[in-house]
């Protein structure tokens, strides 16, 4: 068992800038994900998010930017 706990041993005071940017970053972007996971698979924005499904595909002319018809 102290094999495996040697292994994920991180010498905190060895940081370095980049190495404490990378691990905020890393832990910014695992927060967002779990925000957009926890919205997307919410029932209540089904209705919201598969209105929005045929976007890629809809004529510029169509819509514009809101969403709305000309």
């Given amino acids: 068992m102290t ?8 010498d905190w005071e060895a940081m370095s800038l980049n190495d404490w940017l ?5 832990v910014v972007a695992f927060l967002a994900m779990v925000l957009v996971y ?9 209705e919201a998010l598969n209105s929005l499904g045929d976007m ?4 510029e002319a169509e819509d514009n930017n809101s969403g709305e018809m000309k």
Avoid: A, E, S
């Avoid at 094999?3 to 991180?10: E, G, S, V």
């Avoid at 990378?22 to 890393?26: A, H, I, N, S, Y």
């Avoid at 890629?56 to 004529?59: A, E, G, T, V």
């Fill in 3 to 10: 094999k495996i706990l040697d292994y994920f041993h991180t």
């Fill in 22 to 26: 990378g691990v905020f970053f890393t």
């Fill in 38 to 46: 926890v919205m997307v698979f919410n029932p209540r924005n089904k």
């Fill in 56 to 59: 890629p595909l809809r004529d």
